[in-house]
């Protein structure tokens, strides 16, 4: 398919960009990652006024320097790519602070669209923003968005298209900072003549004067003269000023969006606090907040054990009822491998992932998990980390896997370290899906919380060995606080959709292929000469019964299979004539702290290396063997 236009967004975290996104592409995405890079990438196409436009949703970020992953897979899109246009989304509510990024998108001279967001919020909080003098003074197409509701998403794409068929003129920018540092750029750009790095003339030696590493590094391999011209000119403007020439132009880029914002906005404060504010207050308060939070979280897993075991029970009497009770080596085959495998996964999936996903996705898009990162912060500085880590911890309860990778956001390896480490303990949606469909709707509830309570006190012992014995500090933080919305039903589902459908593509067909072979296995008694030979683990150890042995490898290649295939190895639906509630609460408590996947051990070699990955999964799954021993001999004394 020819595409006619390529879009960028790009803009600050918690600003609507994937918001806008999933308006313009609606479930057409395609999601993966940046090549050679963890960060991930989101794509897809919109027809617009009979134009394919391909739509680029680049990391949420604050500025376009080398600090992490997301800022160089940004900067080098939409310099050394040249998309047609950069659609900058901004939070009209927080207009200076995403100004100071605009202010270096057009330092790139590209074509660039604003998508002021949020007005409909900032009108609440009584912030009045001029459009026409803001676009007048940056140059730039200005477009006020709710993108919540899909109100100016469209207007941003025909704003696009005017851009990109006038791009030489809509590249000049207006911008000037102070006359010092004007007239050294201007210096440098005149030694940079010639100099082709792939970079825009001006943003180079501005980033030149700053002293930015990668430009200084790709330029000083073939001109290290220029390097000299920009030492000197960047020690002038420090001697100036008695200030480092990067903190210079820094300080003038906030100047400059100080400015603009006195001209274009106008602030009226209302006379008392929104539900919002109030809401907002009481969630970051030094002890309802924590109420709050453990409420919240104590509620999702209460109504998921709940759900998930009441819909589990519909579909199986569903299937049941047509059961043809035929006997015979292809009818079992057929049946209880295949037909069982897929109504078991059909529950779980409905029952337990998908409403995880939507329940998450609510939880993203109201503003609330940054709450819980600020409130995190000090209890995860016992660990060694901050409540930046929080965030993918909180991913993990989705999925290890993106978790490992968000662990990115950490600014040390030491602290990537720890947070991987700890986010492959928290127990994902696989495992929640055995812990709460097993124990929790067979056992009883308070019992699958007391398998979380015992992973989140292995979580934080180890997170305090590994913080005593790894070298380093965790540093501080500074986090920005979203304003409190009403989720978008239509994003949240389009969110959730897109998270679930790897599972309905892959491990669906996956599941049901390994129950059938499952089956096949316990028919011609295979399965019980692997699972004999697991016997003293998984029967003298862990007492558990021998046909366990076998699901324990299965597992590893999805977690979410387990419960399925439990069924299926025992030869019966009824878990509870095959398995003891203390054999069920050892077999999700070993489930829950050995090694998630197949799919986190290549994120843990891709972000650690084989050595550290090596030393995750051989230990996770030490631990869970070791625990779960223990654990059986201590419930036969007290249940």
Same mark, same amino acid.
């Given at each position: 398919?020819?595409?006619?236009?390529?879009?960028?967004?790009?803009?600050?975290?918690?600003?609507?960009?994937?918001?806008?996104?999933?308006?313009?592409?609606?479930?057409?995405?395609?999601?993966?990652?940046?090549?050679?890079?963890?960060? !991930?990438?989101?794509?897809?196409?919109?027809?617009?006024?009979?134009?394919?436009?391909?739509?680029?949703?680049?990391?949420?970020?604050?500025?376009?320097?080398?600090?992490?992953?997301?800022?160089?897979?940004?900067?080098?899109?939409?310099?050394?790519?040249?998309?047609?246009?950069?659609?900058?989304?901004?939070?009209?509510?927080?207009?200076?602070?995403?100004?100071?990024?605009?202010?270096?998108?057009?330092?790139?001279?590209?074509?660039?669209?604003?998508?002021?967001?949020?007005?409909?919020?900032?009108?609440?909080?009584?912030?009045? $923003?001029?459009?026409?003098?803001?676009?007048?003074?940056?140059?730039?197409?200005?477009?006020?968005?709710?993108?919540?509701?899909?109100?100016?998403?469209?207007?941003?794409?025909?704003?696009?298209?005017?851009?990109?068929?006038?791009?030489?003129?809509?590249?000049?920018?207006?911008?000037?900072?102070?006359?010092?540092?004007?007239?050294?750029?201007?210096?440098?750009?005149?030694?940079?003549?010639?100099?082709?790095?792939?970079?825009?003339?001006?943003?180079?030696?501005?980033?030149?004067?700053? *002293?930015?590493?990668?430009?200084?590094?790709?330029?000083?391999?073939?001109?290290?003269?220029?390097?000299?011209?920009?030492?000197?000119?960047?020690?002038?403007?420090?001697?100036?000023?008695?200030?480092?020439?990067?903190?210079?132009?820094?300080?003038?880029?906030?100047?400059?969006?100080?400015?603009?914002?006195?001209?274009?906005?106008?602030?009226?404060?209302?006379?008392?606090?929104?539900?919002?504010?109030?809401?907002? !207050?009481?969630?970051?308060?030094?002890?309802? *907040?924590?109420?709050?939070?453990?409420?919240?979280?104590?509620?999702?897993?209460?109504?998921?054990?709940?759900?998930?075991?009441?819909?589990?029970?519909?579909?199986?009497?569903?299937?049941?009822?047509?059961?043809?009770?035929?006997?015979?080596?292809?009818?079992?085959?057929?049946?209880?491998?295949?037909?069982?495998?897929?109504?078991?996964?059909?529950?779980?999936?409905?029952?337990?992932?998908?409403?995880?996903?939507? $329940?998450?996705?609510?939880?993203?898009?109201?503003?609330?998990?940054?709450?819980?990162?600020?409130?995190?912060?000090?209890?995860?500085?016992?660990?060694?980390?901050?409540?930046?880590?929080?965030?993918?911890?909180?991913?993990?309860?989705?999925?290890?896997?993106?978790?490992?990778?968000?662990?990115?956001?950490?600014?040390?390896?030491?602290?990537?370290?720890?947070?991987?480490?700890?986010?492959?303990?928290?127990?994902?949606?696989?495992?929640?899906?055995?812990?709460?469909?097993?124990?929790?709707?067979?056992?009883?509830?308070?019992?699958?919380?007391?398998?979380?309570?015992?992973?989140?006190?292995?979580?934080?012992?180890?997170?305090? $060995?590994?913080?005593?014995?790894?070298?380093?500090?965790?540093?501080?933080?500074?986090?920005?606080?979203?304003?409190?919305?009403?989720?978008?039903?239509?994003?949240?589902?389009?969110?959730?959709?897109?998270?679930?459908?790897?599972?309905?593509?892959?491990?669906?067909?996956?599941?049901?292929?390994?129950?059938?072979?499952?089956?096949?296995?316990?028919?011609?008694?295979?399965?019980?000469?692997?699972?004999?030979?697991?016997?003293?683990?998984?029967?003298?150890?862990?007492?558990?019964?021998?046909?366990?042995?076998?699901?324990? $490898?299965?597992?590893?290649?999805?977690?979410?299979?387990?419960?399925?295939?439990?069924?299926?190895?025992?030869?019966?639906?009824?878990?509870?004539?095959?398995?003891?509630?203390?054999?069920?609460?050892?077999?999700?408590?070993?489930?829950?702290?050995?090694?998630?996947?197949?799919?986190?051990?290549?994120?843990?070699?891709?972000?650690?290396?084989?050595?550290?990955? *090596?030393?995750?999964?051989?230990?996770?799954?030490?631990?869970?063997?070791?625990?779960?021993?223990?654990?059986?001999?201590?419930?036969?004394?007290?249940?």
């Amino acid at each position: 398919m020819k595409v006619d236009l390529v879009v960028a967004l790009a803009g600050n975290a918690n600003v609507g960009k994937s918001s806008i996104f999933n308006q313009l592409t609606g479930l057409g995405q395609i999601i993966g990652n940046w090549p050679g890079k963890t960060v !991930e990438k989101a794509e897809g196409v919109l027809l617009h006024h009979g134009k394919h436009i391909k739509i680029i949703d680049l990391p949420g970020i604050y500025s376009l320097s080398t600090y992490s992953q997301e800022e160089i897979v940004s900067r080098e899109y939409i310099a050394l790519e040249h998309p047609d246009v950069v659609v900058n989304v901004v939070d009209a509510t927080s207009l200076e602070r995403n100004l100071f990024f605009t202010l270096q998108l057009l330092e790139m001279g590209t074509p660039l669209v604003i998508a002021l967001n949020l007005v409909d919020v900032a009108k609440k909080k009584g912030i009045t $923003i001029n459009e026409i003098k803001l676009q007048r003074l940056l140059n730039a197409p200005v477009v006020p968005t709710i993108a919540t509701k899909g109100i100016g998403v469209h207007e941003i794409v025909d704003a696009a298209i005017e851009q990109a068929a006038k791009r030489s003129s809509a590249s000049k920018s207006t911008i000037r900072y102070g006359p010092e540092i004007e007239t050294r750029i201007e210096k440098l750009e005149r030694v940079l003549t010639g100099v082709n790095i792939g970079y825009p003339l001006r943003w180079t030696a501005i980033k030149l004067l700053e *002293g930015d590493s990668d430009i200084v590094n790709k330029v000083g391999e073939k001109h290290p003269d220029v390097i000299v011209a920009a030492n000197i000119l960047a020690g002038e403007i420090s001697e100036i000023h008695k200030e480092p020439c990067s903190t210079v132009i820094s300080s003038e880029r906030y100047a400059v969006a100080a400015r603009i914002v006195k001209e274009v906005q106008t602030f009226k404060e209302s006379e008392k606090p929104s539900m919002g504010e109030l809401f907002d !207050e009481l969630s970051m308060h030094s002890v309802w *907040g924590y109420v709050l939070m453990f409420t919240t979280m104590l509620s999702i897993l209460m109504f998921m054990s709940f759900f998930g075991g009441w819909l589990s029970e519909i579909v199986r009497n569903l299937f049941e009822s047509v059961n043809p009770h035929m006997t015979g080596f292809l009818p079992d085959l057929l049946w209880n491998g295949g037909v069982v495998g897929f109504y078991a996964t059909l529950s779980v999936a409905l029952g337990f992932i998908l409403p995880f996903y939507l $329940i998450l996705g609510v939880l993203e898009d109201s503003g609330y998990l940054p709450k819980i990162a600020y409130l995190m912060d000090r209890p995860c500085h016992t660990i060694g980390l901050h409540g930046k880590a929080c965030i993918p911890l909180l991913l993990a309860f989705g999925c290890n896997v993106p978790a490992c990778v968000g662990c990115r956001i950490m600014e040390t390896k030491r602290d990537r370290f720890i947070a991987i480490f700890l986010s492959t303990l928290v127990p994902c949606s696989a495992r929640t899906v055995v812990i709460l469909g097993l124990v929790g709707a067979y056992v009883g509830v308070q019992w699958a919380l007391l398998l979380y309570i015992i992973d989140f006190i292995l979580i934080f012992l180890i997170g305090r $060995i590994l913080n005593r014995f790894l070298p380093g500090k965790s540093v501080g933080i500074i986090m920005e606080m979203p304003p409190y919305r009403l989720p978008s039903g239509k994003v949240v589902v389009k969110q959730a959709w897109n998270r679930f459908k790897p599972f309905l593509m892959t491990a669906l067909p996956l599941i049901i292929l390994g129950s059938i072979i499952i089956e096949a296995m316990r028919i011609t008694e295979i399965l019980y000469l692997v699972s004999n030979a697991l016997s003293p683990i998984t029967v003298v150890w862990l007492g558990l019964p021998a046909f366990t042995g076998f699901l324990f $490898i299965f597992g590893i290649l999805r977690k979410e299979a387990a419960l399925v295939l439990l069924m299926t190895a025992a030869g019966t639906v009824d878990i509870r004539s095959a398995m003891s509630p203390v054999q069920m609460i050892v077999f999700a408590l070993v489930i829950m702290i050995y090694v998630p996947c197949v799919a986190t051990i290549a994120a843990l070699v891709r972000e650690t290396g084989w050595k550290k990955a *090596g030393l995750i999964t051989l230990t996770e799954v030490g631990l869970a063997i070791f625990i779960g021993g223990i654990a059986f001999r201590l419930l036969n004394v007290f249940m």
